[in-house]
């Protein structure tokens, strides 16, 4: 279907991790689907459940994978098989805690920085999908990663992002048409 992009956030399933660093990817994804009013979600499988809108003359599919971050990929190449997608029309939208907090990077391709959910993707799709990254911030020790990335966002760094996940919902035009841009965009201080 070559009219139609695949925007999957990355995060881990259930109440207990929704405010968590590492759930940022569906933040992302739940803002764009209240900014489009598209907010139901559905269960396609017991992979992940989506939500869609139009933009213009192209189906977004919103997507939350339900495998928990390590099997991500599972859950894309579901997607991909199922609507015959083209992996180069898919977005993945991910914490990354080689980026300084609230900082954002566009790019298509590219390793996967020992994320375990592009790890996962990358082993199931390949490279050729967009990345976007959202910096969460690294804890001062590495041996705090897995602790730092599984605990809640502090409130004033929640409203932080919040204002981001607003910003990308209001740009999905650019986000489509010009990647770049719309980084340059996100972070303007």
């Given at each position: 279907?070559?009219?139609?992009?695949?925007?999957?956030?990355?995060?881990?399933?259930?109440?207990?991790?929704?405010?968590?660093?590492?759930?940022?990817?569906?933040?992302?994804?739940?803002?764009?689907?209240?900014?489009?009013?598209?907010?139901?979600?559905?269960?396609?499988?017991?992979?992940?459940?989506?939500?869609?809108?139009?933009?213009?003359?192209?189906?977004?599919?919103?997507?939350?994978?339900?495998?928990?971050?390590?099997?991500?990929?599972?859950?894309?190449?579901?997607?991909?098989?199922?609507?015959?997608?083209?992996?180069?029309?898919?977005?993945?939208?991910?914490?990354?805690?080689?980026?300084?907090?609230?900082?954002?990077?566009?790019?298509?391709?590219?390793?996967?920085?020992?994320?375990?959910?592009?790890?996962?993707?990358?082993?199931?799709?390949?490279?050729?999908?967009?990345?976007?990254?959202?910096?969460?911030?690294?804890?001062?020790?590495?041996?705090?990663?897995?602790?730092?990335?599984?605990?809640?966002?502090?409130?004033?760094?929640?409203?932080?992002?919040?204002?981001?996940?607003?910003?990308?919902?209001?740009?999905?035009?650019?986000?489509?048409?010009?990647?770049?841009?719309l980084e340059q965009e996100l972070n303007k201080k």
């Amino acid at each position: 279907m070559d009219d139609c992009s695949i925007f999957v956030g990355l995060g881990n399933p259930g109440a207990q991790y929704s405010g968590n660093r590492h759930n940022v990817g569906f933040m992302i994804i739940d803002a764009i689907a209240e900014a489009v009013a598209s907010s139901f979600f559905k269960k396609i499988s017991s992979l992940l459940e989506t939500s869609s809108f139009s933009l213009k003359d192209r189906k977004i599919l919103l997507a939350k994978p339900l495998t928990y971050m390590n099997l991500s990929g599972r859950a894309v190449r579901f997607l991909l098989d199922f609507y015959k997608i083209k992996s180069s029309s898919v977005y993945v939208f991910h914490d990354d805690i080689d980026l300084e907090f609230g900082r954002i990077k566009i790019k298509k391709g590219g390793g996967n920085g020992g994320h375990n959910g592009l790890r996962s993707i990358d082993a199931l799709i390949g490279t050729d999908y967009w990345r976007i990254r959202i910096g969460v911030g690294r804890p001062r020790e590495t041996s705090m990663v897995a602790s730092y990335v599984l605990h809640d966002f502090e409130s004033d760094e929640a409203i932080a992002i919040s204002q981001i996940a607003s910003k990308i919902s209001d740009n999905l035009s650019l986000l489509l048409s010009d990647p770049k841009k719309l980084e340059q965009e996100l972070n303007k201080k």
